[in-house]
């Protein structure tokens, strides 16, 4: 037997009483279907309500509905916090209403959403979706502008600001589309449920929504998507609107507090930093490049043996700088082998050789690398290898003496 869906006739019944049906544990949930109830199940878009259920002597006895959802048979499932009431139980509900306000916020917003795009651009709805934090909507088409956007967003904020009736409607299906319904449910039988917005938009919905489109209070357009379906539209309604403009304009704030600057120059003063920034890296790559030149210099200085090979470990520079060095050392002359290695927590080893000489810089690195454990390789001429965890830079020292000698 369906359960009576009080919420059906009125969106604004969050307590009443009704009589357990069944009550039992199922699939490690506990379940109570009643006669009637004002919970809303979970869907179409739409999420569930909690509350209360009370009974007993002086209804002292209270378990917690934590989720509602619909059987295949129109029962309703209550799930609940504590198992199994005794049938014929009379309860006592409570819906937790400032969810409800909420999700009815976001529902009736979403309607009128849906129809403004309709209006003004001929593009339907293809799902609706609430979340947590915000809500979206797929709409059946491939590309949407900002001025899109915009337009649709005044045009609801209107219709909400004009304090429409919003009326539930019963109706057989062609009486529906005389009307000039805007969506029909995938299954079309027996008498429709018609949600009226009073002079812009009639539809076919089961879920539970404000009495006026003043109650819903504003709708704020947010991200907008391509999804495969067509466009992704984020929004939010009501009180959270007025929530997600305030988290928004705090990390504002805080942004615009490290630049010192107003919240609406954030964008030149982001955009002139980041140039800065590049323009210091280059600046920065430019010394690094003649620091490697002076160090290539004085280390070929100190080296007369043919080829002549160079073994350097440098514990405070990293890869960039040991491959910078690398080619510095190899282009400079016409002999040279050197065997480089940097890094305090990262190893990281460079191999590199004139153009010509014999030796196969990436072999060697393989080897070196599989005796110490890390991964490398590369060319004849160049060759990088790298190592995390524990090493010893005086352990990797002798290492590379060890390679030289093989040369
Ligand atoms: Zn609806």
């Given at each position: 037997?369906?359960?009576?869906?009080?919420?059906?006739?009125?969106?604004?019944?969050?307590?009443?009483?009704?009589?357990?049906?069944?009550?039992?544990?199922?699939?490690?949930?506990?379940?109570?279907?009643?006669?009637?109830?004002?919970?809303?199940?979970?869907?179409?878009?739409?999420?569930?309500?909690?509350?209360?259920?009370?009974?007993?002597?002086?209804?002292?006895?209270?378990?917690?509905?934590?989720?509602?959802?619909?059987?295949?048979?129109?029962?309703?499932?209550?799930?609940?916090?504590?198992?199994?009431?005794?049938?014929?139980?009379?309860?006592?509900?409570?819906?937790?209403?400032?969810?409800?306000?909420?999700?009815?916020?976001?529902?009736?917003?979403?309607?009128?959403?849906?129809?403004?795009?309709?209006?003004?651009?001929?593009?339907?709805?293809?799902?609706?979706?609430?979340?947590?934090?915000?809500?979206?909507?797929?709409?059946?088409?491939?590309?949407?502008?900002?001025?899109?956007?915009?337009t649709a967003e005044r045009l609801a904020n209107d219709v909400i600001?004009e304090d429409r009736a919003v009326r539930i409607r019963f109706a057989?299906?062609?009486?529906?589309?005389?009307?000039?319904?805007?969506?029909?449910?995938?299954?079309?039988?027996?008498?429709?449920?018609?949600?009226?917005?009073?002079?812009?938009?009639?539809?076919?919905?089961?879920?539970?929504?404000?009495?006026?489109?003043?109650?819903?209070?504003?709708?704020?357009?947010?991200?907008?998507?391509?999804?495969?379906?067509?466009?992704?539209?984020?929004?939010?309604?009501?009180?959270?609107?007025?929530?997600?403009?305030?988290?928004?304009?705090?990390?504002?704030?805080?942004?615009?507090?490290?630049?010192?600057?107003?919240?609406?120059?954030?964008?030149?003063?982001?955009?002139?930093?980041?140039?800065?920034?590049?323009?210091?890296?280059?600046?920065?790559?430019?010394?690094?490049?003649?620091?490697?030149?002076?160090?290539?210099?004085?280390?070929?200085?100190?080296?007369?043996?043919?080829?002549?090979?160079?073994?350097?470990?440098?514990?405070?520079?990293?890869?960039?700088f040991l491959k910078l060095l690398a080619l510095k050392l190899a282009?400079?002359?016409?002999?040279?082998?050197?065997?480089?290695?940097?890094?305090?927590?990262?190893?990281?080893?460079?191999?590199?050789?004139?153009?010509?000489?014999?030796?196969?810089?990436?072999?060697?690195?393989?080897?070196?690398?599989?005796?110490?454990?890390?991964?490398?390789?590369?060319?004849?001429?160049?060759?990088?290898?790298?190592?995390?965890?524990?090493?010893?830079?005086?352990?990797?020292?002798?290492?590379?003496?060890?390679?030289?000698?093989?040369?």
């Amino acid at each position: 037997m369906s359960t009576v869906r009080l919420y059906y006739r009125d969106s604004f019944l969050y307590d009443f009483q009704a009589h357990v049906l069944e009550s039992a544990e199922r699939g490690g949930k506990n379940l109570v279907v009643l006669d009637r109830t004002a919970f809303y199940p979970t869907s179409g878009g739409q999420v569930h309500d909690v509350g209360i259920l009370a009974f007993g002597e002086g209804r002292a006895s209270r378990i917690l509905v934590l989720d509602v959802a619909e059987g295949e048979d129109g029962t309703i499932h209550h799930f609940t916090s504590h198992p199994v009431v005794p049938k014929g139980t009379t309860v006592y509900a409570s819906i937790d209403a400032p969810r409800r306000h909420d999700h009815m916020q976001q529902h009736t917003g979403q309607h009128i959403l849906s129809a403004a795009f309709v209006r003004l651009f001929d593009i339907p709805t293809a799902s609706f979706h609430m979340g947590v934090e915000s809500c979206t909507i797929d709409l059946e088409t491939s590309s949407l502008s900002a001025a899109q956007i915009e337009t649709a967003e005044r045009l609801a904020n209107d219709v909400i600001t004009e304090d429409r009736a919003v009326r539930i409607r019963f109706a057989e299906i062609e009486q529906a589309q005389r009307l000039g319904v805007r969506k029909l449910p995938p299954k079309q039988t027996g008498e429709l449920r018609l949600i009226d917005i009073t002079d812009f938009d009639l539809t076919a919905c089961g879920g539970t929504h404000a009495r006026s489109t003043g109650q819903i209070g504003s709708i704020l357009l947010r991200k907008v998507e391509k999804v495969k379906q067509g466009v992704r539209v984020e929004f939010v309604c009501g009180r959270r609107a007025v929530n997600t403009a305030r988290k928004d304009y705090a990390a504002l704030v805080e942004a615009a507090g490290l630049y010192s600057a107003h919240i609406h120059d954030l964008p030149q003063q982001i955009q002139k930093s980041l140039e800065e920034s590049k323009a210091s890296g280059k600046a920065q790559h430019k010394l690094l490049e003649e620091i490697a030149e002076l160090q290539a210099e004085k280390l070929l200085a100190g080296s007369n043996s043919s080829p002549r090979t160079i073994i350097a470990v440098f514990p405070e520079r990293d890869a960039v700088f040991l491959k910078l060095l690398a080619l510095k050392l190899a282009a400079t002359r016409p002999d040279v082998v050197a065997l480089l290695a940097s890094g305090t927590e990262q190893l990281t080893l460079v191999f590199a050789q004139s153009p010509g000489q014999k030796s196969n810089m990436g072999q060697m690195m393989k080897e070196v690398m599989g005796q110490l454990g890390g991964r490398g390789g590369g060319a004849a001429d160049l060759a990088q290898g790298g190592l995390t965890g524990s090493f010893d830079l005086a352990r990797i020292q002798t290492v590379l003496q060890e390679v030289a000698s093989k040369l």
